[in-house]
């Protein structure tokens, strides 16, 4: 009932392979992110969509590249791993808010992908 | 550019102490987001509190109470006779709401609430 799968959970992978994340959302929300956490960084935005084929980086793009050719899904893609992408992968979605009421943003995180690249 | 500061990395406390969260954050936008999200072992992101720029109301829920003060860009996060169970990472973020709602995360803190 989360609105919000990320796939797969867990993956071992090696160097130099192309790995792919995938998030799914149900909301129909028009904005989606990836966002990566390691220690002593909190998350940090990997890259974002606001709309069918919309996509921007964020501000650790290097290495990540991304698609999104529905509403639903959001696709990150590893072209090829190396250890420093070991981390843990956070997908979230997020509804356009209104000016005149602020309260109006949702914001949902998925349950995140933890990636090994051996 | 949009900083957040969470100054404490790890904090130890007994059970039932009460403990107090620091966050500051940056930022030139008038129109923000700041949130509050707790992380236990088990990963996922929990959502705590989301508090907008205009309003400055200090909240209380439960145990938790937060308080915000734009004069000091920040966010404090207070837990009121602590327990186990609160043992966790927390993270305060900022949400850029003119900016396709980008969040900046603190480093987060680590709590470690001993029986």
């Known amino acids: 009932d989360a609105g919000i799968t990320q796939s797969p959970r867990h993956k071992v992978t090696e160097t130099g392979t192309p790995v792919t994340l995938r998030c799914h959302q149900t909301?129909?929300?028009?904005?989606m992110y990836w966002y990566r956490q390691d220690p002593g960084h909190g998350l940090r935005l990997i890259h974002y969509s606001y709309g069918v084929k919309d996509t921007d980086k964020g501000e650790v793009s290097d290495g990540y590249s991304v698609s999104r050719s529905k509403t639903e899904d959001f696709l990150l893609t590893l072209e090829s791993a190396t250890s420093s992408q070991t981390s843990v992968y956070f997908c979230?979605?997020?509804?356009?808010?209104?000016?005149?009421?602020?309260?109006?943003?949702?914001?949902?995180f998925g349950s995140g992908t933890r990636l090994t690249v051996v | 550019a949009q900083k957040v500061t969470q100054a404490q990395t790890e904090i130890s406390v007994v059970e039932k102490e009460d403990v107090t969260l620091d966050c500051v954050y940056e930022t030139r936008d008038t129109t923000y987001y700041l949130f509050w999200y707790k992380q236990p072992p088990s990963g996922e992101l929990v959502f705590l509190i989301r508090?907008?720029?205009?309003?400055?109301q200090n909240e209380i829920s439960g145990r938790y109470s937060w308080n915000f003060q734009k004069s000091t860009s920040s966010f404090n996060f207070t837990i009121t006779a602590s327990q186990v169970v609160d043992s966790a990472v927390y993270f305060c973020?900022?949400?850029?709401?003119?900016?396709?709602?980008?969040?900046?995360f603190g480093s987060g803190t680590k709590l470690n609430v001993k029986p």
């Open positions: 979230a979605i997020s509804s356009q808010g209104s000016d005149r009421t602020l309260d109006n943003y949702g914001y949902t």
């Open positions: 973020a900022l949400m850029q709401v003119y900016n396709f709602n980008k969040f900046y």
């Open positions: 508090r907008n720029s205009f309003d400055e």
């Open positions: 909301e129909n929300h028009r904005y």
